[in-house]
């Protein structure tokens, strides 16, 4: 009997510690799933109807991982970029600065606007500015600097040091950059905010390209490729990749607003489990 009664709670023991861990995989795999949609502040998604609060939570948790990484970034390369406010050449690349010689006015109105631009950005996607005026005057702003930033963009994408290949993927960046961000400002006078939604993400995916280019530098600088080869792969796979990327986000939350009720719904079936 006691021996019936211990076996018995050894096997509860199990079952529980095998759910636990079953529970741990799913979170954990469910997780990663997100993530790899890139399924950050930006988008949740909660496909399943019975995803348990663990697989809710673990989501959240990475995704705000991913938008604390993404903020890290913008604020820490718009601040390097600030170094051309002293509107000293030597602060470019010597590959480069032929660009900026020739073209001073152009290439300083990009870098000074540029950099606000990727700061500013980065918080407009907090849901606590929404809703405020220093979510519409300070969007208002970020549409100026990406308009000014991509004509000037385009301006020195021609005539750039490092060849008609890099320049037709930074002119392409442009013009991409120019009318995402036109057609968010767009959709936002028209009251029409999925729409205005979905185009700051791709918008802002773009601005965000500052952000890959300088990643794929010092990688490919790892990898032993020469500062013109990295160069030619960041001025196309700095938009290219952050394209997609903005996509899958777009993808992963089509319905805005309907997190609350998931989440709440997620919670409900847990605790009557
Ligand atoms: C998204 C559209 C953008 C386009 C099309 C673009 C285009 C360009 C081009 C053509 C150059 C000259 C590079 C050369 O001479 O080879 C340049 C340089 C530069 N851009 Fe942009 N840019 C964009 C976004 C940004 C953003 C958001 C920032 C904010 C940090 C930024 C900051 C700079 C800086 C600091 C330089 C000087 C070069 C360097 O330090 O890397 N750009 N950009």
């Not at 050449?89 to 631009?117: K, Y």
């Not at 600088?221 to 986000?249: D, K």
């Amino acid at each position: 009997m006691g021996s019936a009664a211990a076996s018995g709670k050894r096997e509860n023991a199990r079952d529980h510690g095998f759910s636990r861990l079953r529970d741990f995989w799913r979170t954990l795999t469910y997780s990663a799933l997100m993530a790899g949609q890139g399924a950050l502040p930006l988008g949740w998604h909660i496909s399943d109807p019975d995803i348990s609060e663990r697989h809710v939570e673990g989501t959240l948790v990475l995704n705000r991982i991913g938008y604390f990484a993404l903020a890290f970034l913008a604020v820490a390369i718009s601040l390097v970029s600030m170094r051309f406010l002293t509107f000293d050449p030597g602060v470019l690349a010597e590959e480069l600065r032929a660009n900026l010689l020739g073209n001073p006015l152009l290439f300083f109105l990009h870098t000074t606007v540029s950099p606000f631009a990727l700061l500013l950005g980065v918080f407009q996607f907090l849901p606590a500015t929404r809703r405020t005026a220093w979510h519409r005057w300070s969007g208002r702003l970020y549409v100026l600097l990406c308009l000014l930033g991509a004509a000037s963009g385009l301006g020195i994408a021609f005539t750039t040091t490092m060849g008609p290949l890099v320049g037709s993927g930074f002119a392409i960046l442009a013009v991409l950059w120019f009318a995402a961000t036109y057609n968010a400002y767009r959709f936002a006078r028209n009251r029409d905010f999925a729409r205005h939604r979905r185009w700051m993400i791709r918008s802002y995916a773009l601005t965000a390209a500052a952000i890959t280019l300088r990643l794929i530098l010092p990688i490919s600088g790892l990898a032993g490729l020469s500062f013109a080869q990295g160069y030619l792969i960041a001025a196309w796979g700095c938009w290219t990749i952050n394209i997609v990327i903005a996509e899958l986000i777009i993808r992963a939350r089509p319905n805005p607003g309907a997190l609350p009720d998931r989440v709440a719904s997620a919670r409900k079936d847990t605790l009557a489990a």
